[in-house]
Structures are given as structure tokens and as C-alpha cells.
């Protein structure tokens, strides 16, 4: 699974990186460096104009803050969406909680990165196996495009004509990890090659498998931080300074 990341880039650069034709923020999101389920995140996507109707082929490519965890448009309430940071590619084009998102509501979630825990041989106070988190990038320091699907959940507290009923989620497309970060996690979240984004992201398409990839072994690279990561209370950019492996396994 795909359970923190690390997200740092203006909205700007994401702006220009991701050609996004309109800022749909209120304020830029603060940099987080231990992005966690519910939070506020970054989400590419394309919709119609502002005022204009979702049956419109003519779309503009917009930057939004989301919260993290799908909230279905028929939940009856917004907990749901803390079970719901992430989306199997084996089952996302027919679980009802995706199917609908997976046909017209794809996203793309840029991140610097993710976490994953690895568990190793030593026990913990409790004697437990103690788990040492890996910080999982690309190998050239970019933007990591993650795909991901996004809903609109209506909140029943709300009028009709608020613009605040309306609560936009999203979620993380995982697949089988690659062998040189399986042994980290099984798990790990999909990417969208840049050539893909315009087809992954235009809701007038069907939604295509074909379009997501796991990364290549040359694109990623894996390297053990502190324990400090595991806390949600603890945040910045020391959390994705690189431990020695000899320190963080002993």
C-alpha cells in the first residue's frame, strides 16, 4: 500500500511542470513531509470550465487541493474515507467504491515520494518485529506522478446551492511492487508516463489499465530515514535525509 508521502513542490512549479491551465486553490498547501491519510494534497485534473457543464468535451486542466481517502459519492458519511487511501489495479475498474471514478474522475498526485516499512530481523521493547521505513523517489530527484482517482462527496449538512457541500477526495492507485522494492513492501502506488498524462487524465476517454505502469528499476530509488516518520506528529524535511543502511538495520 501507499500509506505517506512526502509532498514539498510549489504550485507553481507543479503548475508549469503539469501545463495546468487553472489554479484551483484557495491558498497553497503547506510543504508536507508526512502526508497522511485525510490530509489536504495536490491533484491534477481535467474539468470543464468554470460554470460549465461535466458533458462538455471542451475541459481545462486544473490544480486542486483534495483530501486524501475516497469519499463515494453514495457514503453516508465522510469516514469512509480514511479506509480508502488506496486502490487496487487489479479491482479498480469494477469496485463499486471506484468503478464510477475509474470511467471519467482520474487524477494524477504529484508527490516527492512515498514511505514504505520494511521489517526486519530485530524485535522491538515489545518483542515485536521492528519495522524500518524507506523513503522511495525517483532517482533523478523529480516529481513523482502517482495515479490516483478523485470523487465529489455531497455533504447532507449542507444546502443544496453551498458551494462547500461539496468534498473532493481522492485516492492511490497501487499495483505489485517491482522486485528491488518488493523486499521493502508487496505493494507500491502506479505511475502515468508523461506521453500518458493527456489520455490518463481526459475525463471523455474510457479509463485504460494500459495507461498505468509500475516504475521501471532504473526510475526509483529506496533508501532507509529515521524511525521519526512513523509519528504524524513529526514533519519536515529531515524526515527524507537518508539513514546508513548499517545503522538503520542494526
Known amino acids: 500500500m501507499c500509506g505517506r508521502f512526502a509532498s514539498s513542490r510549489h504550485p507553481a512549479d507543479l503548475a508549469a511542470e503539469f501545463e495546468i491551465d487553472e489554479l484551483r486553490l484557495s491558498m497553497p498547501l503547506e510543504e508536507n513531509y508526512n502526508v497522511a491519510p485525510t490530509d489536504e494534497v495536490y491533484a491534477v485534473l481535467e474539468r470543464p470550465p468554470r460554470g460549465g457543464d461535466e458533458r462538455d468535451r471542451e475541459t481545462e486542466r486544473q490544480l486542486r487541493a483534495v483530501r486524501w481517502g475516497l469519499v463515494p459519492s453514495w457514503a453516508k458519511d465522510r469516514s469512509i474515507g480514511a479506509r480508502m487511501i488506496n486502490a487496487r489495479m487489479e479491482t479498480v475498474a469494477e469496485k463499486p467504491a471506484y468503478k464510477k ?8 498526485l504529484p508527490a516527492d515520494g512515498y514511505y514504505e516499512w520494511y521489517e526486519t530481523q530485530q524485535t522491538d521493547a515489545k518483542g515485536k518485529p521492528r519495522k524500518q521505513p524507506f523513503f522511495i523517489r525517483p532517482r533523478d530527484h523529480g516529481t513523482l506522478a502517482m495515479a490516483g482517482l478523485y470523487e465529489l462527496w ?8 453551498d458551494p462547500a457541500r461539496w468534498l473532493w477526495t481522492c485516492t492511490v492507485i497501487t499495483t505489485n511492487a517491482a522486485d528491488h522494492l518488493g523486499r521493502i513492501h508487496d505493494r507500491m502506488p502506479l ?9 490518463w487524465l481526459d475525463p471523455t476517454r474510457p479509463g485504460s489499465l494500459d495507461l498505468l505502469v509500475p516504475a521501471s528499476p532504473d526510475v526509483l530509488e529506496a533508501y532507509p530515514v529515521a524511525p521519526l516518520v512513523s509519528s504524524v506528529r513529526n514533519n519536515g524535511p529531515h524526515l527524507v535525509e537518508p539513514l546508513p543502511l548499517e545503522e538503520a538495520l542494526s
Do not use: H, N, S, Y
Open 101 to 108: 471514478a475509474f470511467t471519467k474522475r482520474r487524477c494524477l
Open 154 to 161: 455531497p455533504d447532507p449538512e449542507k444546502d443544496a446551492d
Open 191 to 199: 505511475m502515468v508516463d508523461r506521453a500518458g498524462w493527456d489520455a
